[in-house]
Structures are given as C-alpha cells and as structure tokens.
T-cell receptor, first 119, second 111 residues
Framework: DAGVIQSPRHEVTEMGQEVTLRCKPI?????LFWYRQTMMRGLELLIY????????DSGMPEDRFSAKMPNASFSTLKIQPSEPRDSAVYFC?????????????????FGSGTQLSVL | DAKTTQPPSMDCAEGRAANLPCNHS???????VYWYRQIHSQGPQYIIH???NNETNEMASLIITEDRKSSTLILPHATLRDTAVYYC????????????FGKGTKLSVKP
C-alpha cells in the first residue's frame, strides 16, 4: 500500500484566497484524522471521521475551516478565506477500528503533510 | 493539554541504547501508553504502545512501571536515522480522537 497520500506537498497562497488540502487514506481504514502542526502549538487534532462521518470537529479553529469526506478514499480540508496565521503543516492520518481488548491494531498512519504558507 | 512529561532533548551515541523516559502520573486505568516519533519534515510514525505489560517489537521496547505512572522507550542500538522527536502519549486510542501530542523529546544520535 502507498500509505496515506496528501496533496499538494507545498502550498503558497495570498491572504484571502481559498485553500483546499487533499487526503487519500490507506485503503480499508475507516478512521481519518486531520492534524495541524506549528512551532507554537505543536501537533493539534482538528477533526476526525469514522466511516466518512465527522465525529468530533471541536479542534477546528473557526468557521473559516471546513472538512469533508465524500467517500472512503478521499477527504478535503478547506480554508476560506485563508489568513497568515493559518500557515502550518497540515497532516492527514488514518487508522483501523481497534480489534480486541488490547487493540493490537490501534495505530495512526500519517501522511507526509502539506506545508501551507499564507502570505 | 498533553498528559505526559518528557525531557525536551537527549543525546545518544550511535550503537548505544537510547532510553527515553516519560511521566504520566494521571493516567487512567484503561488508558494506553503510545510512542510515536517524527523525523524532520515527515509525518509522525507509530513505534509501539502498551497497557500494563512491557512490550517489544522490531523497532523498540516499552517498559511500563507497575504503578503505570511512568514508562521508558528503549531503542536498543540507536542509529543516526533514529534522530527524531519522540512523543509519549496516553489515551484511549487514536480511534477515540484523543491522542494529544505534546512537545516530545528531541533525540539526537551522534556518531
């Protein structure tokens, strides 16, 4: 499997523009997560989905951020309008539903991230 | 906020064992201890996790104290490629959306 695939790898845009980040999870994984990483705040969970349904979006910073998962193999994170403070690395991760009491397959697989710069 | 405390940085000589400590004194009875690492410019990578017993896999060993208030990740023979930020996390599992990454420990493996 190719792993979690994110695109684009780098995105440079101007303040006020719409930005769309894309993610393809590992085939068969039923959980998908969006994280944001900055020097100041570290790695933060923004939102996660189970079977394409958003479960918890409490980490989404404000209404300018939205995420969708139209099918099991694709998710988008959109920022509209973008601001310089949105500059960060955005990671997508996927996982399987844990099996068994010890959740032996409980692990997150991360993509390579999208480096977003808003000027 | 992260429920763990880790030293901000550590050094290790290449070929020697790297022992990374983590304190999690407020861990709940059925929360797991997870370790991930992040090599520069890459996404975090799962290493190992455990509940009560010590665990070992092809990457590392995890030693959890009997009272579960602390743990140690052991890389038995560190290489230069193990230079990374190592995150110790406690939680009910990634599927619960509560794996909170703290600042981690920056491990530098030196020749």
């Amino acid at each position: 499997d190719a792993g979690v695939i994110q695109s684009p790898r780098h995105e440079v845009t101007e303040m006020g523009q719409e930005v769309t980040l894309r993610c393809k999870p590992i085939s068969g994984h039923d959980y998908l997560f969006w994280y944001r990483q900055t020097m100041m705040r570290g790695l933060e969970l923004l939102i996660y989905f189970n079977n394409n349904v958003p479960i918890d979006d409490s980490g989404m910073p404000e209404d300018r951020f939205s995420a969708k998962m139209p099918n099991a193999s694709f998710s988008t994170l959109k920022i509209q309008p973008s601001e310089p403070r949105d500059s960060a690395v955005y990671f997508c991760a996927s996982s399987l539903t844990p099996q068994g009491a010890l959740a032996t397959n409980e692990k997150l697989f991360f993509g390579s991230g999208t480096q977003l710069s808003v000027l | 906020d992260a429920k763990t405390t880790q030293p901000p940085s550590m050094d290790c000589a290449e070929g020697r064992a790297a022992n990374l400590p983590c304190n999690h004194s407020t861990i709940s009875g059925n929360e797991y201890v997870y370790w991930y690492r992040q090599i520069h410019s890459q996404g975090p990578q799962y290493i190992i996790h455990g509940l009560k017993n010590n665990e070992t896999n092809e990457m590392a060993s995890l030693i959890i104290t009997e009272d579960r208030k602390s743990s140690t990740l052991i890389l038995p023979h560190a290489t230069l490629r193990d230079t990374a930020v190592y995150y110790c996390i406690v939680g009910y599992g990634g599927s619960q959306g509560n794996l909170i990454f703290g600042k981690g420990t920056k491990l530098s493996v030196k020749p």
